[in-house]
């Protein structure tokens, strides 16, 4: 079986990577160190600026003017209305140049998957590592079938699982992981000789190669990638934190807002009673 995972940050902090669930060797990038000045500079950096009004209408003449003490963000809104300002007039649209050629374009089409399909599963995580994975598959044409599967693997860190391939066939993981608890500890997971193949499919058709299809490329996976995995996945929980940590002791201040409008005289509508006369030829 031939899949490839791809592997990406929540929080654009984690370069991304392509997994080889097969016998190719993996490739990896790890998480870069938390740098607490890098993302300070980071953090400041996208927080929006104020929005810069053109000169002509900053030096428009004020006709009448209005204060809410109070707006959406607690500083004071002042809205204006002005004379209609003299405006430059709008640039010339630029001339769109194809991005690819057309050998460009069917070399991507080539290579793109024939089929891209959604993998949505419920996890539950039980204690000692192992997950129980339930989904449907099918259409409303030929009907839906449930899934239930049992991995040897703790699959908390499924968010970082992006899309993989299998063979010409992509799926896309969007995946919800919670740990068991209430009744769901009732059910006893199989013992670890009965998950010797990866996993254990306990509710569904075994046989059925394009419902398991994506189960059995998640369980190469986290054979391979388990441990890089949970290295994304604490980086990722690790920035948040500082995040939340450098927005509350650097809370952004609010500013005064200020919208100004201006009355807009339409051009004059021809109607067919003031529109001259077309000659006619006789």
Not at 69 to 93: F, T
Not at 260 to 275: C, D, G, M, N, V
Request: net charge negative.
């Amino acid at each position: 079986m031939k899949a490839a995972a791809r592997f990406s940050s929540l929080l654009s902090i984690l370069v991304p990577v392509i997994v080889c669930a097969d016998d190719t060797a993996a490739v990896f990038a790890d998480p870069p160190p938390l740098d607490a000045a890098t993302l300070s500079e980071d953090l400041k950096a996208s927080r929006p600026s104020p929005t810069e009004l053109p000169e002509a209408v900053k030096a428009a003449r004020v006709i009448a003017q209005v204060t809410v003490p109070r707006g959406a963000n607690g500083a004071p809104l002042i809205i204006s209305r002005i004379e209609p300002p003299a405006l430059p007039k709008s640039p010339p649209q630029p001339r769109i140049v194809p991005a690819f050629t057309e050998e460009q374009r069917n070399a991507i089409r080539a290579d793109a998957p024939r089929s891209v399909q959604l993998f949505s599963p419920t996890i539950t995580v039980y204690p000692g590592g192992i997950s129980m994975v339930t989904w449907s598959t099918g259409d409303t044409a030929s009907g839906y079938q449930d899934y239930e599967a049992w991995l040897p693997h703790d699959l908390t860190t499924i968010n970082i699982v992006g899309d993989f391939e299998v063979g010409r066939t992509q799926y896309t993981v969007i995946g919800l992981a919670q740990p068991a608890a209430g009744r769901a500890l009732e059910r006893k997971p199989p013992p670890p000789a009965d998950l010797h193949a990866g996993y254990l499919i306990t509710k569904g058709d075994p046989a059925n190669a394009a419902a398991t299809e994506p189960l059995r490329a998640l369980s190469v996976i986290y054979q391979k990638e388990s441990a890089q995995l949970a290295a994304t996945h604490a980086a990722q929980l690790a920035r948040q934190q500082a995040v939340a940590k450098w927005e509350r002791e650097n809370p952004q201040q609010p500013r005064p807002a200020e919208i100004r409008f201006w009355h807009i005289t339409p051009p004059p509508e021809t109607s067919r009673e003031t529109a001259p006369a077309t000659p006619s030829a006789e």
